[in-house]
T-cell receptor, first 113, second 113 residues
Framework: SQQGEEDPQALSIQEGENATMNCSYKTSINNLQWYRQNSGRGLVHLILIRSNEREKHSGRLRVTLDTSKKSSSLLITASRAADTASYFC?????????????FGKGTKLSVIP | DGGITQSPKYLFRKEGQNVTLSCEQN?????MYWYRQDPGQGLRLIYY???????QKGDIAEGYSVSREKKESFPLTVTSAQKNPTAFYLC????????????FGPGTRLTVT
């Protein structure tokens, strides 16, 4: 499978600062999703952006998608200590009707109070 | 409360033993998934099922087996043929085959010594 790659692998910021994570992928997609994982827990869906969308907002989250560069970014504004977690991008392909997700390796975000 | 449950949270086994991980959902979702996560890595798909009594291999199915006898249950057996079974195992589901957002359980951490 064609895994996405997040960048950076780890990010440490002060509370109140903005956090930006990037994701690159290799093949054409139907949509791209971002998930959050607290340490030792399951993943939680944050936001989905379709291939025909360029930007999407949800609360303090802003996601952009550039299909020409095969890349996406997740911006968390005014970060809080509770945002400390790993963030994964997942790309969705619709080939063969399987609608599978392919996950990247994640960005580990630490927000320092 | 609707959701996905995985039990147990921690599981310890001796090498050479088969072990079955439980995954139950009461969301009435059609599709269910099993992923494996290693430290600092993304999720890799082991098996998935789109309807009862049917399932397909994912990217790393060797050494694993599943069953889907009931819509709400999708147990994963880690067999002795799996060469490196120690990992964090995540179960997920989604409402329909053509949906994209996945809902995750809390995970089971399996340690084989």
């Amino acid at each position: 499978s064609q895994q996405g790659e997040e960048d950076p692998q780890a990010l440490s910021i002060q509370e109140g600062e903005n956090a930006t994570m990037n994701c690159s992928y290799k093949t054409s997609i139907n949509n791209l999703q971002w998930y959050r994982q607290n340490s030792g827990r399951g993943l939680v869906h944050l936001i989905l952006i379709r291939s025909n969308e360029r930007e999407k907002h949800s609360g303090r989250l802003r996601v952009t998608l550039d299909t020409s560069k095969k890349s996406s970014s997740l911006l968390i504004t005014a970060s809080r200590a509770a945002d400390t977690a790993s963030y994964f991008c997942a790309t969705a392909y619709s080939g063969a009707g399987s609608y599978q997700l392919t996950f990247g390796k994640g960005t580990k975000l630490s927000v320092i109070p | 409360d609707g959701g996905i449950t995985q039990s147990p949270k921690y599981l310890f086994r001796k090498e050479g033993q088969n072990v079955t991980l439980s995954c139950e959902q009461n969301l009435n979702h059609d599709a269910m998934y099993w992923y494996r996560q290693d430290p600092g890595q993304g999720l890799r798909l082991i098996y998935y099922s789109q309807i009862v009594n049917d399932f397909q291999k994912g990217d790393i199915a060797e050494g694993y087996s599943v069953s889907r006898e009931k819509k709400e249950s999708f147990p994963l057996t880690v067999t002795s043929a799996q060469k490196n079974p120690t990992a964090f195992y995540l179960c997920a589901s989604k409402v329909a085959v053509a949906a994209y957002e996945q809902y995750f359980g809390p995970g089971t951490r399996l340690t084989v010594t």
